[in-house]
């Protein structure tokens, strides 16, 4: 049986590994990166603004479990770890990157913030004001310590980003050399609560982590506060999802899918620069508004006029097919004003329920777009579920297994 995953996000790996764990022949079109690679390493299956203290961590299944431990880079445990954010916030998650510290286990203990000129690093010690006021700390009696420490060989190095510090890192001599640096500056720590852990920057490794070898050098825990999107964690995934795919003797090309259509008893899915694929089903992981799979498209304007030439749906998907977009089960309405639906009507804080984060391909049960037999669809381009990395790893799991038992 032959499947062809459009996407290579977490849902379309999941799909992928899912469905090649049953068998089937897969072949994955990534034609650009997408949420994912732009992700910062933080694992929910809620937004993070829909969470409250008294969440509880949620399991995986054997099948989930098994496909989110062949990437080999990320944690999930029965408790929900503790992050440090760059924003200044300490949160709880359902899982991480390896590589960012978990600060659930600490009590009593310092945490060291290594500082220094790079401008990526500068705001160490603020943040170890900002963290230490958390209610987590005071919980917990951790207090978060800004220590001065050497983190730039040479100057030109203040200019990087954190990604190619991350890079950087890569290299036992240079995590070797920042472990002698970090020594030193918790040498300078001065009496008082034991040092707990190190809370560093985004950089400890780029094709995989090293805050594990990184904390066998210093001696104490080390690990990476969580960063902006487009960092290290990214790069982590595609270097996971690319090892992952090659164990398993998944094919994946670069190719823009333009178009899917029936082809026999499956699918053709055309391609820019005439390019097709044909299989028995196709997995559509294209990523939402962020990762280009759906765009959002208002009334349409004639050039050199005022008014809407006609009033057409809000939302689309950036690949042509048999898919109905909409909400609740249902399509989305055409708006009553030529000039569209009001923007505001579409986000939080002024809609509940807000469609920038429900609208996509409607789906029956087993993850089938509607109407379309062997057609599937996971991740941000689905209506109504929650657009995270681990609910798109569930989507992907569970449609790759009915996408394979054709």
């Keep these: 049986m032959k499947i062809v995953v459009i996407g290579g996000g977490i849902a379309g790996t999941a799909a992928a590994l899912s469905a090649r764990a049953r068998g089937a022949e897969v072949e994955v079109l990534c034609g650009a990166p997408g949420a994912s690679v732009i992700a910062t390493g933080v694992l929910d299956f809620e937004l993070s603004d829909r969470l409250n203290g008294d969440v509880k961590a949620r399991a995986l299944s054997g099948d989930e479990q098994r496909i989110f431990d062949s990437l080999g880079a990320y944690a999930i445990g029965a408790e929900r770890c503790v992050v440090a954010h760059s924003s200044g916030v300490v949160r709880s998650a359902g899982g991480r990157d390896r590589a960012i510290l978990d600060l659930a286990s600490l009590q009593k203990c310092r945490v060291m913030v290594p500082f220094s000129e790079h401008p990526r690093a500068a705001a160490g010690k603020w943040l170890a004001q900002s963290w230490g006021a958390s209610a987590f700390a005071k919980a917990r009696g951790v207090e978060f310590v800004g220590i001065e420490a050497e983190l730039s060989r040479i100057d030109s190095e203040r200019s990087l980003d954190d990604a190619e510090m991350a890079e950087l890192h890569a290299s036992r001599e240079r995590l070797s ?11 300078t720590a001065g009496p008082g609560l034991p040092i707990g852990a190190v809370v560093m920057p985004p950089w400890l490794g780029i094709g995989h982590e090293r805050a594990t070898e990184l904390s066998a050098l210093v001696g104490v825990p080390c690990g990476e506060h969580v960063g902006g999107v487009g960092g290290a964690a990214g790069r982590r995934f595609e270097a996971a999802r690319d090892a992952a795919f090659k164990s398993t003797g998944i094919q994946m090309r670069t190719a823009w899918a333009k178009r899917i259509t029936p082809f026999e008893k499956g699918w053709r899915v055309e391609c820019e620069q005439q390019e097709t694929r044909e299989a028995d089903a196709v ?45 609740h089960g249902r399509p989305q309405e055409i708006p009553g004003s030529s000039a569209g639906i009001a923007p505001e009507s579409l986000a939080w804080p002024f809609e509940r329920e807000p469609t920038l984060e429900k609208c996509g391909i409607l789906m029956s049960p087993n993850g089938e777009v509607l109407n379309a037999k062997w057609l599937f669809a996971a991740g941000d381009v689905t209506s109504d579920r929650p657009k995270t990395w681990l609910e798109a790893l569930v989507q992907g799991v569970s449609v790759g297994a009915s996408a394979a038992t054709r």
Excluded: C
């Excluded at 050399?177 to 040498?187: D, M, V």
């Excluded at 559509?284 to 009033?311: C, D, M, N, Q, T």
């Design 177 to 187: 050399w920042l472990a002698s640096r970090l020594r030193e500056a918790l040498a």
């Design 283 to 327: 997995i559509v992981a294209s990523g939402g508004l962020i990762g280009g799979g759906l765009e959002y498209k208002p009334g349409e304007v004639r050039a050199a006029s005022e008014l809407a030439e006609f009033s057409p749906t809000t939302f689309h998907s950036t690949i042509q097919g048999d898919f109905i977009i909409g909400m």
